[in-house]
């Protein structure tokens, strides 16, 4: 009996009826034709065939052309436990019998066996943020309605988590009973903002994981006569919801993590300098893929129409424990925290952009220079002078000049995906540069 007949039986004996063997689209959104357990021997040969063309951002084969055959990896199905009719499997897309260049889970599995090739295995912790609301008479409210009446944040407020419950216990409990892990969850700072922190795990499983983590959210939330929102910036006078990308590098064959000097202090390694000079060295054509939306930007502000500082980063530069600027290294963790990343990123291609930057940064021994620890919210320009240039691109139309003309982003996505991600976002752009707002009709219809 072959793998997949062996598994095919355990699902039905556990009671699931279908199987989606999921790719995704160029936002991250997963992708399946729906296949009824029995048929998972002939799925697992590759008898699904995908019309790709016809999706978001995953190239241009015409109806002329062979479809893209799904080959998933059945050793990481995951039965979901908030329906256990279903199973999901994580599937890796090949058109004539190879890997599909415009396939985002292929881009990060040629990442992934580049940093093994040069002795690494890449290791990822996420912090998701997200916003749960209800559509009302009124527009979007939060989950718990008194998080409106609060005109401060109520950010870590026992009593705004404790009437969340109702969504945030059915989310641990299942992302536990899929041996995640979590250590922590919270009401984050906006009203109806929530963030969970649960084990890192190699860079593949974790941008899988958060594949799943987005349908679960928006499952439990439905249950609740919610949305979950992924939009990095719903609201232009709250918190912006970033997810952070937490990553480091451990010795192939030890596990040893080696971005830790080594010497049993807090102190990182010259390699990882040279990892977080590489991220650094790429910034603007990182932050086209993991700050992926024109919504994007409007995050990267230091207050806005804010009533407190937006906690968000603003500069190109690294520090220690300095959450206003891109890179953070932790002093209670041995990794690299890029905390530009929003939460419409699409993980497996982000992970891939920020692992290639880190790993080019120690192909060429780059240096990041000495830490910048201060509060850049405060400092004039002049001061912000001294360190160099920090900008970072103020909209998608600057990431993507950054992202047309770098060379690994280029070796990353490849030619034809990259061609394609640019052409799709430039276009995204060019229709939001072409839409007349709100504020433009309030501003100007009578004034001129």
């Known amino acids: 009996m072959t793998q ?38 002939s799925m697992a040969k590759g008898s699904e065939l995908y019309t790709v063309g016809a999706l978001e951002g995953m190239g241009e084969l015409g109806p002329h052309e062979d479809e893209c055959a799904g080959m998933p990896e059945l050793d990481r199905l995951v039965v979901l436990p908030w329906d256990k009719r279903f199973a999901l499997v ?15 889970r ?15 295995t890449a290791n990822v912790g ?38 969340a419950e109702p969504f945030l216990g059915p989310m641990v409990r299942h992302m536990n009973s899929l041996g995640w892990g979590v250590y922590s969850f919270d009401h ?8 969970f922190n649960f084990d890192y795990t190699d860079a593949l499983t974790m941008a899988d994981q958060m594949v799943l983590f987005r349908l679960m959210a928006k499952a439990v939330a439905r249950e609740n ?13 709250d918190f912006g919801s970033a997810a952070h990308i937490n990553i480091s590098l451990a010795d192939l064959h030890t596990g040893e993590n080696v971005f830790a000097a080594g010497d049993g202090t807090p102190a990182y390694s010259d390699l990882s300098r040279h990892f977080v000079a590489g991220v650094l ?22 207050k806005g129409f804010m009533d407190e500082i937006s906690w968000a980063p603003v500069h190109r530069a690294w520090g220690e424990n300095n959450r206003t600027l891109m890179c953070r290294m932790p002093v209670n963790r041995h990794c690299l925290e890029v905390r530009t990343a929003d939460s419409a990123v699409n993980y497996h291609l982000g992970i891939a952009m920020v692992l290639a930057a880190g790993l080019d940064g120690i192909k060429r021994q780059l240096d990041a220079g000495e830490p910048l620890n201060r509060d850049t919210y405060k400092l004039s320009k002049e001061e912000l002078a001294q360190y160099g240039n920090l900008a970072l691109p103020a909209t998608l139309d600057e990431a993507l000049d950054e992202f047309e003309t770098d060379d690994v982003a280029k070796d990353v996505f490849g030619a034809d995906f990259h061609a394609t ?7 995204e752009a060019h229709e939001y540069r072409s839409v007349v707002t709100d504020w433009e009709t309030r501003t100007y219809l009578q004034r001129i």
């Open 4 to 41: 997949a007949q062996e598994l095919r039986d355990q699902l039905i004996e556990q009671g699931v009826e279908y199987v989606f063997g999921w790719y995704t689209d160029i936002h991250g959104v997963p992708k399946s034709k729906c296949v009824p357990v029995r048929s998972l021997p």
């Open 90 to 104: 994580p599937t890796r897309l090949h058109l004539d019998g190879v890997p599909y260049e415009q396939d985002a």
């Open 106 to 120: 292929n881009t990060l599995v040629r990442q992934v066996e580049a940093a093994a090739a040069a002795g690494f």
């Open 126 to 163: 996420i912090e998701p943020e997200f916003y749960v609301v209800r559509e009302t008479a009124d527009g979007w409210q939060p989950l718990v309605a008194s998080d409106r009446v609060h005109a401060k944040t109520r950010g870590y407020d026992v009593e705004a988590t404790i009437l």
């Open 188 to 195: 984050e700072g906006g009203d109806g903002q929530y963030e």
């Open 225 to 237: 006569g919610c949305i979950a929102t992924f939009m990095p910036k719903p609201f232009q006078d």
């Open 281 to 302: 060295a790429h910034a603007g054509a990182i932050n086209a893929v993991i700050c992926p939306t024109v919504n994007s930007y409007k995050r990267f502000t230091s």
């Open 421 to 427: 991600y640019l052409a799709y976002k430039r276009q």
